[in-house]
């Protein structure tokens, strides 16, 4: 079973995972979520989807993670794998088609130290909260990821094909627009051209939401009631 609509407090638990499948549990609009998902698509792996509401979560979910964090991982044996990172490397290590890690410890040790300093910036704006620190923050990261491809010369972050590094930095990216801070991308033109091939890509297309989406769950957050099935 895979639901788009979110299970909240007093919701009746889902079954069993079914074999040959692996369960997510996410929320629709969560881009540490959403990394799993672009996993999950990219490798086409068989999986259904579980929704949770974030502020009445059930009880059932709490059991599987006490921290209510998404993504959670559920295999048919009853595992439990929690933590965006830590969902999409045990991903790629179980299902082996389409590695997206790459093959050497040296390799995979580069994209883990790129994203552990590319996660300390946070993205999602408070109501009236000021941001001018974020706004040079962002300008400053976003100048070295530019300068990162103007000097490996490849399409994306790990060579000339999308690999894992590509999809944990995508959500953060994917939502710069709602977040009315996409202009601090300007003067970063590698940079653009890799959001724009980002784009083309089959999971990408497959996980994102329109702007307009996007912009209307914002306003929901940012005023403290966020509405994690609208559109539905």
Not at 168 to 190: A, I, Q, V
Not at 195 to 222: C, G, I, N, P, W
């Amino acid at each position: 079973m895979s639901t788009e609509r979110s299970f909240a407090k007093g919701s009746a638990a889902p079954g069993p995972v079914p074999k040959g499948h692996i369960r997510l549990y996410s929320m629709r609009f969560c881009p540490f979520a959403q990394r799993a998902r672009l996993v999950l698509s990219a490798k086409g792996i068989k999986h259904e989807i579980i929704n949770v509401d974030l502020t009445d979560k059930p009880d059932w979910f709490l059991e599987k993670n006490p921290l209510g964090l998404v993504p959670v991982l559920e295999t048919s044996a009853g595992e439990v794998i929690m933590e965006s990172p830590i969902t999409c490397d045990y991903l790629d290590e179980v299902y082996p088609e389409r590695k997206l890690l790459p093959s050497s410890p040296f390799g995979k040790a580069q994209q883990k130290m790129m994203l552990e300093d590319f996660s300390k910036i946070p993205m999602l704006k408070k109501k009236g909260e000021d941001v001018s620190g974020l706004e040079a923050e962002l300008k400053e990261k976003f100048s070295k990821l530019d300068k990162d491809l103007v000097n490996k010369k490849t399409k994306f972050f790990g060579g000339d094909s999308i690999t894992m590094i590509d999809y944990m930095m995508w959500p953060f990216f994917e939502r710069l627009e709602s977040f009315e801070l996409k202009y601090c991308l300007d003067g970063t033109p590698e940079l653009k051209k890799w959001t724009e091939r980002m784009l083309e890509d089959m999971a990408v297309k497959a996980t994102m939401h329109s702007q307009d989406t996007f912009k209307a769950f914002h306003a929901s957050y940012v005023d403290g009631k966020p509405n994690y099935d609208y559109g539905l």
